[in-house]
């Protein structure tokens, strides 16, 4: 029973040990605050003397490498994101400066289509001084009826546009109306077969009858044959109108074309001139229909532009 009261028991031993060991701990815990704190404020100094210089300098040289190798190892992404992200904005770039080319390029276009019309709309009048004349557009190619060359417009009934009236361009004689609606009228083109006009040499005033062949384009011809048959037509002579009565359906000095060729009819007097037309049907735009009747006499002849 000695033995056993003399000798301590392993339990109590540990227990009693328990108190000494959590304030070695807390001992530590505390002396590592201070020692924090205190490499904290002599850091805050700056100075070339601070104890914790040498540390800074240690961990520069061990940590600023890998730095450097990261930022190195980051930088073509960086690059690439920064190259896709000028190439985006290049391309937004590109495709305005596309829209604005386009609209100016459409601008250009639509004031260079107003500046021919209104050119064109100078040299009508210049045609036709005396007339009152209805400006129209040509909207149509196509036949009418019996008749195989004829073109249509967009000015009809509503604007005193009729059958058997002149229509006519900044350059000459276009034909004349077969037929109308409210908003639009069908034009027979002189260079159509059915068509017939009296035409007057520009020269000498002698008298004829101008016929279509059926042809259309810049390589039309229209035959000339002379009321007069000694008469004696030349290349060079110009032919305008000679007029209808009432000024229907043709009005009196309007350009019609210049004599290109002249030929002899075999075992007859008189000859057949080939004329080429001032007006080009097929590149018409603007016309005018004569609707009016004039202020005053017009003249017996009307020479068209120079350099014709």
């Known amino acids: 029973m000695l033995t056993d009261l003399g000798t301590p028991a392993k339990g109590l031993v540990r227990s009693a040990g328990m108190p000494r060991e959590i304030r070695r701990r807390r001992t530590i815990l505390v002396l590592v605050i201070l020692a924090s704190f205190t490499l904290i404020v002599l850091d805050a100094r ?7 210089e040498p540390l800074r300098h240690a961990a ?10 990261a930022t190195n190892a980051r930088q073509p992404v960086d690059n690439l994101r920064d190259r896709f992200a000028e190439v985006d904005r290049l391309k937004a770039e590109n495709e305005k ?16 289509y107003a500046r021919s019309r209104a050119a064109e709309l100078d040299r009508l009048l210049k045609v036709a001084p005396a007339y009152t004349v209805t ?19 967009d000015a009809g009934t509503a604007d005193g546009v009729r059958p ?73 002579d110009r032919i305008v109108t000679w007029g209808s009565s009432g000024n229907a359906p043709y009005v009196p ?18 000859s057949t001139a080939q004329v080429k037309p001032f007006v080009d049907p097929s590149s018409i735009d603007t016309v005018g229909v004569v609707t009016g009747p004039p202020a005053r006499a017009p003249r017996t002849t009307v020479t068209p532009e120079k350099g014709r």
């Open 135 to 153: 400006p129209a557009r040509v909207i149509g190619f196509g036949s009418a009826q019996s008749f195989n060359h004829t073109v249509t417009i």
């Open 253 to 270: 000095g309007v350009p019609i074309g210049q004599i290109t060729s002249v030929t002899p009819v075999q075992g007859a007097l008189g």
């Open 60 to 69: 520069a040289a061990v940590f600023g490498p890998l730095e450097s190798g």
């Open 46 to 52: 700056r100075s070339a003397g601070s104890p914790v």
């Open 164 to 236: 058997d009236m002149t229509v006519l361009n900044g350059d000459g004689l276009v034909g004349r109306v077969v037929r109308t609606t409210e908003a639009t009228a069908t034009v027979l083109l002189i260079g159509d077969r059915n068509s017939t006009v009296g035409g007057r040499l520009n020269s000498t005033l002698a008298l004829g009858f101008v016929s279509g062949r059926g042809e259309v384009g810049s390589h039309a011809t229209l035959d000339y044959k002379l009321v007069d048959l000694k008469a004696q037509p030349k290349p060079g």
């Open 97 to 112: 400066l596309q829209a604005e080319n386009e609209k100016l390029n459409s601008d250009l276009k639509t004031t260079d």
